[in-house]
């Protein structure tokens, strides 16, 4: 089939990136002499025929933007046969040809569906803040996310050494602990509660303990919102060791401001790529970066679990206490 006008939307959580994803899909289509349209909210958009023509202009000055212009949502709708045919339907309308889906798992579970039911063309970008995906090496947006947390505990190690307490800290990541092991890592944190491993307190209030001994006189712990809950933690710690505890959420300000370099650079490798193999007749796809090379992988394995160096990062920080 040949493809004269290609769709892309975001979906799911947004990340900083995005827009420079949107950005790279528009301009690579246009750039080809293919039409472009925006389905704004993502696949809920499909199914309310929130559609939008692009052109150049339209993704002017957005790759420094976080966040994303298409806007994003979740559709229940989307999940049942009859929304997808409603969405197929709504494609078909405005002579869509074939589509980029911007997003994380969710998104590529959802594209998949999308494709049992029907066969029309599409490739998947990962942007997702949790680097969650299998056939890259990070996805759009979690060395943002990363940097804005870091920042923000780096300030609080401030006050946590100025008044000798334990801070417990809680970053994004319901299924993934990737926020959480990296930026611990980065800040030169005592620990790390993640999703992907079972947490040994007593284990923490004896270091805590005989930390204390030694003359350490503060303490950062930082917590997966998927792993445990920083308020839980902080009452936790404090009432088994006696000290002084405090937390931090610091929830949606990782999602949000302007992207770093190493995203921006991602997010328009990728939004090119993912236009070239629709150019080359490929769907079912989600294009990556593996070693500073694209990569092109199944959506069907891009939503597996991808592998982690939980033990690595958590023995380095133990090491390094």
Known sequence: MSIKKIGVLTSGGD????????RSVARSALSSGLKVAGIIRGYQGLIDNNVVEMNHRAVSNIINRGGTILKTARSEKFRTPEGKAIALNTLQKHNIDALVVIGGDGTYRGAVDFNNQFPFPIVGIPGSIDNDIVGTDETIGCETAINTALGAIDNIRDTAQSMERIFIVEVMGNRSGYIALRVALASGAEDAIIPEKTFDYRALNKEIEEGTKKGKISWIIVTAE??????EVAKTVSMTTGLETRFAVLGHIQRGGCPVAADRILATRLG???????HKGESGKAVGVIHEEITVTDLRDAVKRPDSRTEEYINLMKKLM
């Open 272 to 278: 090119a790529a993912a236009v070239d193999l629709l």
């Open 226 to 231: 998927g792993a445990a809950k920083a308020p």
């Open 15 to 22: 990340g900083p990136g995005m827009n420079a994803a949107v």
